[in-house]
């Protein structure tokens, strides 16, 4: 179905090919899973597929890439557009109507497809992904997640032979995450559909894959079964990463594999991991740095947060959690003072932010959004250092610092919108810490990072609360969660429904139980770090 001739793509100004001699062949019908950590190439790969690489992005592209035997040399994306459904990063720029429903209609009427035709399958992927109440919803006012849905449902509705997915669930729930992966799995094994994805959260996707397309980050790709793939590859869900510690072969790619083996280490390991610092019970005697109290958030009839108190301690990393559209975004944008509160209190040291001037609120509260890039528009990452140490009053090369400590060798005349989503994030977080507030919300910080990205961003976070910060992370991230939270506040529907340490919250839901607590099951294990340290231990 898709095949790859001795492909290689270089850009413009850039030292060596993103893409080097590159040979391919995904057969129609497979699920085509593209990994690789960022920068590697996984975007200019897919984006092949259907010509936007190079008709375009730019560059020169080498060699041959044919799509159920269409050149993309010779047909550009308009001429591919009934062969290859393709859904980007983020969604919400790819929309071109006002609602739901006029979306999943719209490509079909670029394709001249039938009345009667279209409506039928508006109905048929409004049902599949389980969007119908959101029919005639602004798509401005869906949450990130819901737009992740109907973008792909857009796509659909031309009935496609291709589907090509750019991190498809980078911005769902694990519940939306897996309906979302179940209709695209249906799609492959009852209709024959060819989906090509990237992911960096393998562990929601690896075990459907039928083929895996690993980009090391010199050029080439190393392409197979996804066992023998991941054997090698230095990018690898949890389960992957305990079955190599384990030593088992093959590596199990789902939790029902993983588990079957998992007896013997249960026996190896014995005890209960040795608890974490619990930094939240020794927070509980200092007074909270931010205390909310009954807030409220209505947008026109929907309510979004419900009356909700919380209290947040310096050194502390509270993770919200909850099914997408439940308040989390809502609640952060209200504690900052930027989004707008109904009803309700909330006191920072003292103050309000809503009633202070942004710059003041910024020192009370740093937040850095979903999208990070929302809150950079200067021409580079130079100007935007200088233009923070200006607004905060501090020496020049303070934020540059800053940033440096963050993420080292990012560039100053890199404009920002061309940094990768790990250096955006980093370039925004040094933004916002420059004027050192006692509480930072961070916003689905992780959401297109990379598993080593993930890991230094943990770190920094535990250097924020070693500092005595209080920070909050709203995320889907269940793997981060269990890495660096110490207390999981869970909302639905804009109340808080469960509130407690890590361990007692995410173990007691399976929605929300990282992939080695589900392994290990019953024991309370719940990342390779803590199965690795005990290993070595009795070692």
């Given amino acids: 179905?898709?095949?790859?001739?001795?492909?290689?793509?270089?850009?413009?100004?850039?030292?060596?090919?993103?893409?080097?001699?590159?040979?391919?062949?995904?057969?129609?019908?497979?699920?085509?899973?593209?990994?690789?950590?960022?920068?590697?190439?996984?975007?200019?790969?897919?984006?092949a597929v259907n010509g936007l690489v190079p008709h375009f992005t730019g560059g020169t592209l080498r060699g041959r890439v044919t799509v159920d035997g269409r050149d993309t040399r010779t047909n550009p994306p308009r001429e591919l557009a009934d062969l290859v459904g393709?859904?980007?990063?983020?969604?919400?720029?790819?929309?071109?109507?006002?609602?739901?429903?006029?979306?999943?209609?719209y490509g079909m009427e670029q394709l001249a497809v039938p009345t009667g035709t279209m409506r039928k399958r508006v109905e048929e992927t409004l049902d599949l992904l389980g969007i119908a109440d959101l029919r005639h919803r602004p798509l401005a006012s869906l949450s990130g997640g819901?737009?992740?849905?109907?973008?792909?449902?857009?796509?659909?509705?031309?009935?496609?032979?291709?589907?090509?997915?750019?991190?498809?669930t980078s911005a769902l729930d694990p519940s939306a995450a897996e309906e979302v992966l179940a209709a695209v799995t249906r799609l492959v094994h009852d209709?024959?559909?060819?989906?090509?994805?990237?992911?960096?959260?393998?562990?929601?996707?690896?075990?459907?894959?039928?083929?895996?397309?690993y980009l090391p980050g010199d050029g080439q790709v190393i392409a197979g079964d996804p066992t023998r793939v991941l054997a090698e590859s230095t990018v690898a869900p949890p389960v992957v990463q305990l079955g190599r510690l384990a030593g088992w072969s093959p590596l199990p790619l789902s939790i029902r594999d993983a588990r079957r083996r998992a007896a013997d280490l249960r026996a190896r390991l014995g005890t209960a991991p040795a608890p974490r610092p619990d930094r939240g019970t020794s927070a509980?005697?200092?007074?909270?740095?931010?205390?909310?109290?009954?807030?409220?958030?209505?947008?026109?009839?929907?309510?979004?947060?419900?009356?909700?108190?919380?209290?947040?301690?310096?050194?502390?990393?509270?993770?919200?959690?909850?099914?997408?559209?439940?308040?989390?975004?809502?609640?952060?944008?209200?504690?900052?003072?930027?989004?707008?509160?109904?009803?309700?209190?909330?006191?920072?040291?003292?103050?309000d932010p809503s009633n202070l001037p942004a710059h003041r609120a910024r020192r009370?509260?740093?937040?850095?959004?979903?999208?990070?890039?929302?809150?950079?528009?200067?021409?580079?990452?130079d100007a935007e250092c200088a233009q923070a140490d200006r607004e905060c009053q501090v020496s020049a090369g303070s934020c540059r610092a800053l940033l440096d400590r963050l993420v080292s060798g990012i560039r100053g005349t890199n404009?920002?919108?061309?940094?990768?989503?790990?250096?955006?994030?980093?370039?925004?977080?040094?933004?916002?810490?420059?004027?050192?507030?006692?509480?930072?919300?961070?916003?689905?910080?992780?959401?297109?990072?990379?598993?080593?990205?993930?890991?230094?961003?943990?770190?920094?976070?535990?250097?924020?609360?070693?500092?005595?910060?209080?920070?909050?992370?709203?995320?889907?991230?269940v793997e981060l969660v269990a890495a660096v939270a110490d207390r999981v506040v869970v909302l639905a529907d804009g109340e808080v429904v469960a509130d407690g340490p890590t361990g007692e919250v995410v173990l007691?839901?399976?929605?929300?139980?990282?992939?080695?607590?589900?392994?290990?099951?019953?024991?309370?294990?719940?990342?390779?770090?803590?199965?690795?340290?005990?290993?070595?231990?009795?070692?």
């Avoid at 060596?16 to 960022?38: H, K, M, Q, Y």
């Avoid at 209709?191 to 690896?206: D, K, Q, S, Y």
């Avoid at 070693?466 to 992370?473: F, K, N, P």
């Avoid at 839901?509 to 009795?538: E, G, M, N, R, Y």
């Fill in 1 to 47: 179905m898709i095949e790859f001739d001795r492909v290689s793509v270089t850009y413009a100004e850039a030292p060596a090919p993103i893409l080097r001699e590159v040979s391919l062949r995904i057969d129609e019908g497979e699920l085509c899973l593209v990994v690789g950590s960022t920068g590697t190439g996984k975007s200019t790969l897919l984006r």
């Fill in 284 to 351: 509980r005697s200092t007074e909270p740095v931010l205390r909310a109290r009954k807030v409220v958030v209505r947008y026109g009839d929907l309510v979004a947060v419900a009356g909700i108190d919380l209290d947040l301690r310096p050194g502390v990393v509270v993770a919200l959690m909850g099914r997408n559209g439940s308040g989390k975004s809502s609640l952060l944008w209200a504690m900052q003072g930027s989004g707008p509160r109904t009803a309700g209190t909330v006191d920072v040291v003292g103050d």
């Fill in 86 to 105: 393709v859904v980007g990063q983020d969604p919400l720029t790819g929309f071109v109507t006002d609602t739901v429903e006029e979306e999943l209609a």
């Fill in 508 to 539: 007691a839901s399976p929605a929300f139980a990282p992939q080695v607590a589900k392994i290990l099951h019953p024991q309370p294990w719940l990342t390779v770090d803590q199965v690795a340290a005990a290993l070595a231990a009795a070692a």
């Fill in 191 to 213: 209709l024959g559909l060819t989906v090509v994805a990237a992911e960096h959260r393998m562990e929601r996707i690896a075990q459907y894959a039928d083929r895996l397309v």
């Fill in 415 to 477: 404009h920002p919108r061309d940094l990768s989503e790990g250096q955006r994030l980093a370039l925004v977080l040094a933004i916002q810490l420059l004027a050192a507030p006692p509480v930072i919300l961070l916003d689905e910080p992780t959401r297109g990072l990379d598993y080593a990205a993930k890991r230094h961003f943990g770190s920094v976070v535990r250097d924020l609360v070693a500092e005595g910060r209080s920070v909050v992370l709203s995320t889907h991230d």
């Fill in 146 to 168: 819901q737009q992740q849905r109907v973008a792909i449902g857009s796509v659909l509705t031309a009935h496609p032979k291709v589907l090509v997915l750019d991190e498809p």
């Fill in 364 to 381: 009370l509260v740093g937040l850095v959004p979903q999208t990070p890039g929302d809150l950079l528009y200067l021409e580079t990452v």
